[in-house]
Each structure stands twice: as C-alpha cells, then as structure tokens.
C-alpha cells in the first residue's frame, strides 16, 4: 500500500491527485492539440521513428494522494483558481487580473509545480514517464497545502511571460542545489521550472537566503505568492523562457558562524566570477 505523497501518513486511494486538474487538460484539448512535442531538460523524447513524441490529447500525471488530501487540495487551490485559468490560459495568460485573482492563480501553480515533480508522480504515457524530470521537493515543503497555512515565506514563485523559443539568456543567477554549514549539516533548495503557452513559471524554496530575483527588479517578471502583482500579463516583456539562466552548484559552503537566519547578502546576477561579488566573503567552497 502505498502513503498519500502530500500528508506522508494516511494511504493513497483510487487515481491519486491529478496534478494538472482534469479539467484544465480538458479545456486545453478543446481548443487545439498540444503544439509542442514533449522534451526533458531541453532534448526532445523521440518514438521508434526517430520523431518527437507528439500526442493528440494533453498527457496525465497523477499523484498518490488520500482522500483527505484530494479534498483539502480541490477547496482551498481547485476551486478559488478554476474560473480564473479557465479565463486566462486560452488567451496565453494574458488579459486584466485584479491582484486576489493572481494570488489565486500563484497558489495554484505552486501546488502543480510541487508535485510535478514528485518521485512517484506517474504520466499517463510510459516514455514520458521514463524520462520525466525528478525533483527535490519532500512532504515537509507540502504541509503548508493542507495545513491552512500561508506559503512559506521563502517558498518563491516567480512568473513572466514567456515564449517556446530558446533564446538568449537575460542574466545568470546563482541558486545552489543544497547548502552546507561549518557543522555539517545541508539544507536542500529545490526548484522547478515549467513553460506553458504564454507563461515561464519558476518556484524555488530558498530557506534564510533572499534571492534578489534580476527579471523582478526591472519589473520583467512578477512574483506571485508573496507580491501579488494586478494588472495584465501582456504589460511584461516577452522573453524566451531560458531568460534566467540558473547556476546550480551541488553544494555551496558557507563561511564558518554563518547560518541560513535571513542575514546573508541575496543570491543573484552572476557576472564575471563565478560567485557574486557580494557574495565573495559568504562562500567558502562551490562545487560546480
Ligand atoms: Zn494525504
């Protein structure tokens, strides 16, 4: 028997949760079939023919998830964001949005962002599933969605409108996989990045370490759990959706005393040297 993946406690029943709710891949279908193949990290997944696997219908992924769950998570992330997507998506997240409605639209994402990516999250079809992309997101970094609690303040989710196109990258940005202190001990900075047609979703969990977000401060791109924005998407640039490039070290260490207490200069644009000039006196060893 297999735990529910968000509560890690009571077990999982029938189909799990949908992390793409059914009925957003069903309006999607209604209104063309997916115009892009499926990729992982950038390399299109082929069939036997050698051509990019290519699918009529927009694929499931699915979550084993409680009952207990599966309500809490329709109530309070389904529900309030439903009549929202359904009026923002076909359109490429573009239109009018008063700021409760774009705080209903971040809360939604983020729970598609943190279980997209679950070890036992299942696509419908096997060779997708065979290559999707396996995150570092734990139950810990879940409770907040069935707790009744805010977002962690350093749960980020930034969004900006983007294109499929690869392009050039804006600016590069140093956000380490997991950070080690002088007694050993690390704390992971999971992240998962998603594009979808008209929009680049990016939500990192950066505990006691700000991240001075470059595409925030030209106000290119919007954060969406913590400052809601109002207004329109179409108001932002459009950028490629490799506009941020992210340097991920495997670990960074920090300087001996230093701790993850919210005091450390941000994590940010990367230029010369590998590490931010800001930075230079915070980190002691990065392994590329
Ligand atoms: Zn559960």
Same mark, same amino acid.
């Given at each position: 028997m297999v735990n529910c993946v968000i509560c890690? *406690?009571?077990?999982?029943?029938?189909?799990?949760?949908?992390?793409?709710?059914?009925?957003? /891949?069903?309006?999607?279908?209604?209104?063309?079939?997916?115009?892009?193949g499926w990729s992982s990290n950038g390399e299109a997944l082929l069939n036997r023919d050698d051509e990019p696997l290519h699918f009529a219908e927009r694929q499931r992924l699915l979550v084993p998830a409680c009952r207990s769950c599966n309500a809490t998570l329709d109530t309070r992330f389904e529900k309030p964001a439903k009549e929202i997507v359904r009026r923002l998506a076909p359109n490429s997240w573009v239109g009018d949005a008063e700021a409760r409605e774009w705080a209903a639209v971040g809360l939604w994402f983020a729970k598609i962002l943190l279980l997209a990516t679950h070890p036992l999250a299942m696509h419908q079809h096997p060779k997708i599933n065979k290559h999707r992309i396996i995150g570092d997101w734990?139950?810990?970094?879940?409770?907040?969605?069935?707790?009744?609690?805010?977002?962690?303040?350093? /749960?980020?989710? +930034?969004?900006?409108?983007?294109?499929?196109?690869?392009?050039?990258?804006?600016?590069?940005?140093?956000?380490?996989?997991?950070?080690?202190?002088?007694?050993?001990?690390?704390t992971p900075f999971p992240m998962t990045m998603i594009t979808?047609?008209? *929009?680049? /979703?990016?939500?990192?969990?950066h505990p006691g370490w700000a991240i001075d977000h470059p595409l925030v401060a030209e106000g290119a791109a919007w954060e969406l759990l913590h400052n809601t924005p109002e207004g329109d998407l179409a108001d932002l640039p459009?950028?490629?959706?490799?506009?941020?490039? +992210?340097?991920?070290?495997?670990?960074?260490? /920090?300087?001996d005393g230093l701790r993850l207490d919210g005091t450390l200069p941000p994590l940010g644009v990367i230029t010369g040297s590998p590490i931010p000039g800001s930075l230079i006196d915070?980190?002691?060893?990065?392994?590329?």
């Open positions: 890690g *406690i009571r077990p999982a029943v029938g189909k799990g949760e949908h992390v793409w709710p059914a009925w957003f /891949l069903k309006d999607a279908d209604a209104a063309g079939a997916p115009s892009f734990e139950t810990e970094h879940f409770s907040w969605l069935i707790d009744g609690t805010p977002p962690p303040p350093d /749960l980020s989710l +930034w969004a900006f409108r983007a294109e499929r196109e690869k392009g050039t990258p804006t600016a590069r940005v140093l956000l380490p996989k997991v950070v080690q202190l002088d007694d050993g001990s690390t979808l047609e008209g *929009i680049c /979703l990016t939500l990192v969990y459009l950028l490629p959706f490799n506009a941020i490039n +992210w340097r991920r070290p495997n670990t960074v260490v /920090l300087e915070v980190i002691r060893a990065a392994s590329f």
